[in-house]
């Protein structure tokens, strides 16, 4: 296996701004790939410029516009002359309101705001980045979510638009198979700079996640750079030789949390 799993490889990864989206960027450069980046704020289209220099290309522009992910997609091509792997990072949070929490005046437009930014945005970045994608035989990766398989860790938008995404990964898996591989990161609960909907007066409020609460099987800090090896896993060729469809769980064993105790030797000393 090569020491750097990227070298050569050129990758697009939308909403990369901040969080576990420039986590993985930092990642990427570092295992040998050159980086394109759709950014919507200007301070980090700002920081991510003067940070990597020539290691990227970057794009100002809104995800959840299909124009904004061709922009990026042309502009990453000219810079670097493909697009081998497709690493999608916009994502907005919902605070956990729940069905009770949403007014009837306000569903609409938080309905919107949310399934546009964790959803459509997507499908608009895949779609932008096909052509490049089959013609290398790349790799998409998406960012789910524990919340795309257990209740409780969002609100009602929130849980339910990540449900979506994980359908996404297992059609598009289906559909563009066997040209391309389509895999996601399902991170656990992270500190980073995810913001709330506007619809919901949350577009001011950034995610804090305390690990401490969650009592998972395995305890881990947690910082966006925590998750990055995962998403350089899944841009390797290497790595997904025969692998499609599927999600790596970096939630510190959430599937595994027993229901007497968190794990099987949480109360011995046979660790110490």
């Known amino acids: 296996m090569k020491e750097r799993l990227l070298e050569g490889e050129v990758i697009l990864a939308t909403g990369a701004g901040s969080g576990i989206g420039r986590a993985a960027v930092e990642a990427f450069i570092a295992a040998g790939a050159r980086v394109g980046i759709l950014e919507r704020s200007p301070e980090k289209v700002a920081m991510l410029r003067k940070d990597f220099g020539e290691k990227v290309v970057v794009v100002e522009g809104d995800a959840t516009k299909s124009i904004a992910n061709r ?7 000219s810079a670097f002359g493909k ?11 919902d605070m956990f309101a729940g069905v009770v929490d949403l007014p009837d005046d306000k569903i609409d437009a938080a309905f919107d705001e949310v399934y546009s930014i964790n959803v459509k945005s997507t499908l608009f970045a895949v779609r932008a980045a096909l052509d490049e994608l089959v013609r290398n035989e790349g790799r998409i990766v998406l960012t789910v979510s524990p919340s795309a398989f257990y209740a409780g860790g969002g609100g009602i938008l929130y849980t339910s638009s990540k449900f ?12 563009l198979g066997p040209k391309v591989r389509v895999n996601a990161v ?9 913001r709330g909907p506007s619809a919901l007066g949350q577009d001011g409020i950034r995610t804090t996640a305390e690990m401490k609460y969650l009592s998972t099987p395995v305890q881990y800090d947690p910082v966006p750079a925590v998750h990055a090896a995962a998403y350089v896993q ?4 290497e790595f997904t030789n025969a692998m499609s469809g599927e999600i790596l769980r970096t939630d510190g064993g959430l ?6 105790r968190v794990n099987g030797n949480a109360e011995s000393m046979i660790w110490s």
Not at 234 to 237: E, F, H, N, Q, T
Request: with cysteine; glycine share 14%; proline share 2%.
């Open 71 to 77: 922009d990026a997609v042309s502009a990453t091509v």
């Open 83 to 93: 697009i081998d792997t497709l690493a999608c990072f916009v994502g907005i949070f």
């Open 164 to 175: 979506a995404v994980r359908g996404l990964v297992c059609q598009l898996a289906h559909e």
């Open 186 to 194: 399902a991170p656990g609960g992270t500190v980073s700079d995810l």
């Open 234 to 237: 899944l841009a390797s060729r």
């Open 255 to 260: 599937g595994v949390r027993g229901i007497g």
